[in-house]
């Protein structure tokens, strides 16, 4: 089986230059550093067209397949656009990854809007700029939507989100598909739901069922499990009401290599499963082969992506750990004190000859819980030296935060030997610019 590129635990373009520094689409970290700045976010641009290529290849043995990057991984308008060009859609969660998109120049028809307590004004946002599909996740939110689409006077195409009841064996925080979840319909509620849409929501169009199950997943037979639910739900719902629903979408999930012990399967492997689990489902059931949607995100853009610090301060303390500090940490990627989430990282100007030490990389925020790699051996790190930290595109910037009062790194991609910037680093200004002293404290 071939690897793919969300096995690598580095981008594809990753070096050693004859300078002794690392690089990584013909770029000189330390020199990119010297003109942005760290923390920096590093996106290459190759590793995100192999990423797709392999997803392409992957799925290319069903016939109809349509896939959706799950934009809460990484929402910039310039990876929008490359990922527009590669033949993505995109599944958005909020109004300002709907206006990301759309701004970037995405055809709509290839969104989906997902979550579990979307907005009157989201929904409507959604309506307006011609969102392809909805999931719609609960009751409450099939009345709304029906009413939004009633005064919009559309038919408003949607999914209906369910809840298959299987665990993933994932982080709790990013398990979804297990029953007692927030997310989507049980499954004993579906049928109350399809008889609403028939008989009283007569502005929604119901396509197909939707669900996801966890995040950084490493088994494949979850997604067997998961699609013979599906197909079976859609079977029975044609049997039951005469429904001809031709849309599955199974969400996201597959992991990635964030230390040299993580074994993720590879793209191929995972669509191997999918496309065999669906074809035989299909036969199993008796169904038409219906379009299959799929929402990666992780596996898409996290290989992708590195994060740059410059190391700061270091603290032996007596006979306990050696820290070494750098100028980022939760607020630029809260994974570590989230999910105890591990990371891989190297010293990305030359170092030679140095011997290694075992050292705890520590975030630049008030907290103790602020470390971004326990345990980690470098070679004899000090002030000055540039850290790379490895698998920081997904679910980094997109969950930054402006802790203490920090602004936000920029991010550049690099491809050939260029950089480009993407998002511009935070200035101090942008930092109270949306603050406001009322006139009577004045
Ligand atoms: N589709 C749906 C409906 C989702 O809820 C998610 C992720 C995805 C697709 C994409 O899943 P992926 O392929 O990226 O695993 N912040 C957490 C991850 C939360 C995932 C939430 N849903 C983390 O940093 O690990």
Redesign the pocket.
């Known amino acids: 089986m071939n690897e793919s590129t969300n096995q690598l635990l580095k981008p594809v373009t990753l070096k050693t230059n004859e300078c002794g520094n690392l690089e990584i689409g013909g770029c000189d970290l330390a020199e990119l550093v010297e003109k942005y700045g760290t923390p920096l976010y590093v996106i290459d641009e190759a590793t995100l067209r192999n990423v797709c290529d392999d997803y392409k290849k992957a799925f290319s043995k069903y016939k109809n397949v349509n896939m959706m990057f799950?934009s809460?991984?990484l929402c910039t308008m310039a990876t929008s656009v490359i990922l527009s060009q590669e033949g993505f859609g995109f599944?958005v969660?909020s109004a300002g990854e709907i206006y990301t998109v759309y701004k970037s120049g995405v055809d709509m028809k290839k969104v989906l809007f997902?979550g579990n307590n979307k907005s009157f004004d989201e929904l409507s946002l959604a309506l307006e700029l011609g969102v392809g599909r909805i999931?719609v996740d609960n009751f409450f939110e099939l009345d709304l939507l029906n009413e939004i689409a009633k005064s919009h006077s559309k038919t408003v195409d949607i999914l209906l989100?369910i809840t298959p009841g299987i665990e993933c064996h994932t982080?709790e925080?990013?398990q979804?598909g297990h029953l007692d979840s927030k997310?989507g319909f049980d499954l004993t509620q579906i049928d109350e739901a399809v008889e609403l849409i028939l008989n009283s929501y007569t502005n929604l169009k119901l396509h197909g069922l939707?669900a996801?199950i966890?995040?950084?997943?490493f088994e494949t037979k979850v997604y067997h499990d998961e699609i013979e639910i599906l197909v079976k739900e859609i079977a029975r719902l044609d049997e039951k009401f005469g429904l001809k629903l031709d849309e599955i979408n199974i969400?996201?999930?597959?992991?990635v290599k964030y230390t040299e012990s993580d074994c993720p399967p590879s793209t191929f492997e995972i669509a191997d499963v999918i496309v065999n689990s669906l074809t035989e489902s299909i036969k199993k059931y008796g169904i038409e082969p219906p379009a299959l949607f799929i929402?990666?995100?992780?596996?898409?853009i996290s290989t992708c992506g590195v994060t740059l610090y410059t190391i700061g301060s270091s603290k032996q303390v007596p006979k306990g750990k050696k820290y070494v500090a750098v100028d980022g940490g939760m607020a630029d990627n809260p994974?570590p004190s989230?999910?105890q989430?591990k990371y891989s990282a190297e010293i990305a100007n030359c170092k030679k000859d140095e011997s290694l030490q075992t050292v705890t990389i520590a975030g630049r925020f008030c907290e103790s819980g602020d470390i971004l790699i326990k345990d980690i051996e470098l070679p004899n790190p000090q002030e000055g030296d540039i850290l790379c930290v490895y698998n920081t595109g997904?679910?980094n910037y997109?969950?930054a935060s402006n802790y203490n009062r920090v602004q936000k790194s920029q991010m550049v991609i690099v491809n050939n030997s260029k950089s480009d910037i993407i998002v511009n680093r935070e200035t101090l200004d942008d930092l109270i610019s949306h603050d406001v002293v009322p006139d009577r404290l004045k």
């Open positions: 799950a809460k991984s599944d969660v997902n999931s989100r982080h925080y990013i979804t997310f939707h996801h966890g995040s950084q997943i969400g996201g999930g597959l992991g929402e990666p995100g992780r596996s898409i994974r989230m999910y989430a997904a679910y997109s969950m």
